[in-house]
């Protein structure tokens, strides 16, 4: 099973930006679906980004063009790329493998991001 590792958590101020990477333990090149999801306290567990190998994404609804999923398969890593955020975004932002159909995705631990206004 693929391990995952996020990073790049942090706290910011409203407007800022930050940029999650997530690394993972094995090559990405055939893993069909990456990407993110995030849970607040009291939350129930929201999509907010994924990638296919052929780079197709796709974005949570609340996202309106703030966030960019990418993908580099040589380093076996998946970004995401958060601009003009919000304290609503504030939550654990957790990453996600789907190797394929037949297998359960496997998750990282999380990374915190807190968006202060």
């Known amino acids: 099973q693929v391990q995952l590792v996020e990073s790049g958590g942090g706290l910011v101020q409203l407007g800022g930006s930050l940029r999650l990477s997530c690394a993972a333990s094995t090559s990405i090149s055939s893993i069909i679906l990456m990407g993110w999801y995030r849970q607040a306290p009291g939350q129930l567990r929201e999509l907010v980004a994924t990638?296919?190998?052929?780079?197709?994404?796709n974005y949570g609804n609340f996202v309106q063009g703030r966030f960019t999923i990418t993908r580099d398969d040589a380093l076996n890593t998946v970004w995401l790329q958060m601009n003009n955020l919000k304290p609503e975004d504030t939550a654990v932002y957790l990453c996600f493998a789907r190797p394929s159909m037949m297998n359960s995705p496997s998750w990282g631990r999380g990374t915190q991001v807190t968006v202060s206004s």
């Open positions: 990638i296919t190998p052929n780079r197709g994404t």
